[in-house]
């Protein structure tokens, strides 16, 4: 398989594994590495100094290339990106805002950059701002979230920019892979369906929260803050619901959510935790190696290709 972004990482195939906080630790981004997709150790709230002990255990895990996903509403973005450059993973993929300021120092290091947008201005900004390709993140996908719907924004961004673009939100199998390079899409991120994938070290109760979930589960909160969120539907999301709706304060509401993702990933909490998921969590059936994972997306898509050309001939 060859791609602009398998191309631009050196990898086998044009897949990014999302960078979800907790989830996304160096033992889940070295089995997507060496299955040959890019593995993405994400940072999410967590101090530098963690960080950079997950790049190194990413290292003794894996010789394949791999990635860090900077979240830039961290209280520790600017020292996170500080251990980014002194540790030199291949690509720094950031989220939840603009890393415009990062970006000269991330490229003199000579470490890859792609940001998460979520709007064509965004791409734009980006490209021109010196990135090395753009995700663009539909509303369909899990965690912090914009407007647009994958199936909008991605051909939006495909016109609008050079660079390679990558297709994140709602790609749950090989049907959303074709889909996406229908669209123009040069790769794909998917987050959701690594979540069950057996080397990622969540608990058990996580990925069978995904596993069960149904097509309406995966629901946002956080439209009245400013920071909508999705995770699948539980008693923390419907407290959030009825905060938001009482015209709670700003910081009452957030306060809520203030270690839901580790009651989740590390308890097991499927009540009080912050089950952060997508929309696909619905088409995850199984516990599975991330290797086999990457294979579904692209072992078979000549069936589809042959069947589309077929019905529009
Ligand atoms: O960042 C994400 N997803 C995330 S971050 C996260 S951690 C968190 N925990 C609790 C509450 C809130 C967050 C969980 N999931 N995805 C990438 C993403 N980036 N989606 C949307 C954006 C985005 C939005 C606005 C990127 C750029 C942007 O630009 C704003 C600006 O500065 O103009």
């Excluded at 594994?17 to 089995?31: C, H, I, R, S």
């Excluded at 603009?98 to 998460?116: C, E, F, R, S, T």
């Excluded at 069950?196 to 109760?205: G, K, Q, R, S, V």
Aim: glycine share 12%.
């Amino acid at each position: 398989m060859k791609t602009r972004l398998t191309d631009l990482l050196g990898i086998e195939y044009p897949i990014i594994q999302g960078g979800m906080a907790w989830v996304a630790t160096a033992e889940l981004a070295a089995a997507v590495s060496n299955g040959g997709g890019i593995g993405i150790i994400a940072a999410g709230g967590a101090p530098a100094d963690v960080v950079r002990e997950q790049i190194k255990k990413a290292r003794t895990l894996t010789d394949k290339p791999f990635g860090v996903n900077v979240m830039l509403m961290s209280p520790f973005a600017d020292e996170v990106m500080n251990v980014v450059i002194e540790e030199k993973p291949d690509v720094v993929i950031t989220g939840a805002g603009n890393p415009g300021k990062y970006m000269a120092d991330l490229k003199a290091a000579g470490i890859k950059i792609m940001p998460v947008i979520a709007s064509v201005a965004m791409a734009k900004k980006m490209e021109k701002d010196g990135a090395d390709a753009v995700i663009a993140e539909g509303t369909e996908a899990g965690g912090h979230i914009g407007e647009l719907t994958t199936m909008v924004l991605v051909p939006q961004v495909a016109d609008a920019v050079e660079i390679p673009v990558v297709a994140a939100g709602g790609i749950a199998d090989k049907r959303g892979a074709v889909a996406a390079f229908a669209l123009g899409a040069d790769g794909i991120q998917v987050g959701t369906r690594f979540i069950c994938a057996e080397e990622c070290i969540a608990h058990d109760n996580y990925k069978q929260a995904v596993i069960k979930a149904k097509d309406r589960d995966a629901v946002v909160t956080g439209r009245t803050t400013g920071a909508p969120v999705r995770a699948l539907k539980n008693k923390l999301t419907r407290e959030y619901d009825r905060l938001e709706k009482s015209g709670a304060s700003f910081e009452e509401i957030e306060q809520l959510g203030v270690g839901g993702l580790r009651r989740a990933f590390q308890e097991g909490d499927v009540q009080t935790g912050s089950l952060m998921a997508g929309q696909s969590a619905a088409m995850v059936t199984k516990i599975e190696p991330a290797a086999d994972i990457i294979r579904s997306y692209f072992d078979g898509t000549d069936e589809i290709l042959d069947n589309i050309s077929n019905q529009l001939k």
